[in-house]
C-alpha cells in the first residue's frame, strides 16, 4: 500500500541512503530532480519532509519550517509521521522565536498524543514564559518537572525565576529547597535561597541557611562569608539585630557560635530589645 513505501519511495531513488551518509547536497539535487515530477500528495509530502530534515542537518530552519508546513498541509502522510512532524515543526518555531506559533503547533500535537513526554510540556512552558505569559507557563512547566524520570535542573530555575519575577518567594523558597536536595552543594542555590528569605523579611531562615552552607564547607573564603554578612545586615530592621547580625562575622569560624548568634536572633523582641540580659 502507498502508507507501507513511507521510506522505500525516496530509497529507490537513492536518497534514503544519501542522507543518512549526510551527503546532503547530493540530496538536495535528488530532492530537486523529485520535486519536477508529477507527484500524488503522498509522494510530495515525503519530498517536503525530507528537504526539511536535509535543511535542518545544515541549521537552515527557516527554510526546514517552510517545507515542514508544506509537508503537513497536504495532510497525506500517516498518523505517526504527521505527528513527528507537528513536533518537529513546534521545536523549530521555538528556537526561532515564534512562540505563538510554537504553542498552537503543540497544542494540536497534544489532542492525538496519549502519553506525552516531559519535554512536550516544556516547549510550551517555556513558550508562554518567554512571552512572559507567567501563569499560563507555570502548570506546562510544573507538569513538565512532575513527568521528567530524572531532575531537570534547567526546568526548575525557569520555574524558580517565575517566582522571583513575580515576587512569589514563598514559592521561591519551596523550590530552591527541592533544588537543593537535589544539588546540595552548589553555593548558588543557597544565595538564592538565602534572598528569598530576604525578601520575605526573615533573617533568621537566612541566617539558618547560611549556617547550613557554612557547615557544607561552601562558604570556604573570607569574601563569600562577609558577602553573605553584608546582605543579611542590609535587611536588618533597627540596630539592634545588625549588631547581632555582624558578629557572625567575627564568629566564621566556628559553627557552634553560629547557632550562639542564631539564638540571639530568637531573643529579639518586636520593639527591637533584647530580651535576655546576658546578649546585651
Known sequence: SRRRHTRSYLKSRGLGDVYKRQRLDEALKGLATLDKMRLNDYEQALVHQTYGFVYMRQDKQQMA?????????????????????????????AANQKFLKAIET???????EANP??????????????????????????????????PEENWYLLELSIYFEKNRFRDAVRV????????????????????????????KAALDAMMVAYAR?????EALIMGWRVRIIGR??????ASIIIDIGKLRVDVSLVVVDLLRIQLVSGDGRVRNPVYR
Do not use: H
Open 65 to 93: 519550517i517552510d517545507r515542514f508546513e508544506q509537508c503537513l498541509a497536504l495532510e497525506a502522510l500517516p498518523n505517526a509521521a504527521q505527528q513527528g512532524m507537528l513536533y518537529s515543526l513546534a521545536g523549530l518555531y
Open 106 to 112: 503543540m497544542r494540536v500535537w497534544f489532542q492525538y
Open 117 to 150: 513526554p516531559a519535554k512536550a510540556y516544556m516547549v510550551i512552558g517555556s513558550s508562554y514564559a518567554e512571552l512572559k505569559r507567567y501563569d499560563e507557563a507555570l502548570p506546562y512547566i510544573q507538569k513538565a518537572i512532575e513527568a521528567a524520570e530524572k
Open 176 to 203: 530552591v529547597r527541592i533544588m537543593l536536595e537535589y544539588w546540595p552543594d552548589k553555593v548558588k542555590y543557597w544565595e538564592i535561597l538565602l534572598g528569598a528569605y530576604l525578601e520575605l523579611d526573615d533573617q
Open 217 to 221: 564547607g561552601l562558604l570556604d573564603t
Open 236 to 241: 536588618a530592621k533597627n540596630q539592634v539585630q
